[in-house]
């Protein structure tokens, strides 16, 4: 079984290089594909340089996954965020979940490394929310290529490309979720924004999706949303 590794990247020249090597270093026969969004620092050439094929490709998330998956060689395709680490034995266990020929597909049980009371809540809620078969790409989303084109691949659209790839590979069959080691992902994107305006933007995201707004609509209220914010002060002050 021969995996690839699809990572899209916009400016991660500090971490690409140390998470491509580390990659190898599990798996050394594995296919690790970099597709940047347009960088504007040394991603590519440091990705180059670590032992990953780069392409560069349109900016947006779903675009470049959808890029990766055209382009990928392996019989198996793991989307892994360039800020996320997989712990050592990660890309064995996904070999041993994947023996079973029932096995569509899956993710990995994920960790926020940030040292906030939010953080460790998100670690929590994304575990309840796997429960229920939903995840999102920051936990690390591996599929057999002959179900991913059986599902129709990943949709390039502007926002929820992750989101709409687990209920259709729900839907398509079984999928695990590989518990031990976890994926590793950066808390960055929340820093300095108030948790509950983090939930509510989740919330009306969500609830919007389901109401069918395009998913270009969808992620102008979402990148509006992630502007940092300061938390309320107290009146009076």
């Known amino acids: 079984m021969k995996l690839s590794i699809v990572i899209p990247t916009l400016n991660?020249?500090?971490?690409?290089?140390?998470?491509?090597?580390?990659?190898?270093?599990?798996?050394?026969?594995?296919?690790?594909?970099?597709?940047?969004?347009?960088?504007?620092?040394?991603?590519?050439?440091?990705?180059?340089?670590?032992?990953?094929?780069?392409?560069?490709?349109v900016r947006g998330r779903g675009q470049q996954l959808a890029l990766g998956a055209e382009v990928a060689e392996g019989d198996v395709i793991l989307f892994l965020h360039a800020d996320s680490t997989l712990g050592n034995g990660a890309l064995k266990a996904l070999r041993e979940a994947l023996a079973d020929p029932a096995v569509a597909g899956g993710n990995f049980r994920i960790l926020f490394d940030g040292a906030r009371r939010f953080d460790r809540w998100l670690t929590g809620f994304y575990a309840w929310f796997r429960r229920r078969g939903l995840y999102y790409g920051d936990s690390a989303i591996f599929v057999r290529r002959s179900v991913l084109e059986a599902i129709g691949g990943i949709r390039p659209v502007a926002l929820m490309e992750d989101f709409d790839l687990c209920r259709r590979l729900e839907r398509h069959g079984k999928t695990v979720c590989i518990e031990e080691p976890p994926v590793v992902t950066s808390s960055r994107r929340f820093e300095q924004r108030w948790p509950p305006r983090i939930v509510a933007g989740w919330l009306l995201i969500h609830g919007l999706y389901y109401l069918g707004l395009s998913p270009d609509l969808l992620a102008r209220i979402y990148n509006s949303s992630r502007r940092p914010h300061d938390r309320p002060k107290p009146s009076g002050s």
């Open 12 to 57: 991660e020249a500090e971490r690409i290089g140390a998470l491509v090597e580390a990659l190898r270093r599990q798996d050394p026969d594995s296919d690790i594909l970099v597709i940047d969004g347009g960088s504007s620092d040394e991603t590519l050439s440091r990705a180059l340089k670590a032992g990953a094929r780069a392409l560069r490709g």
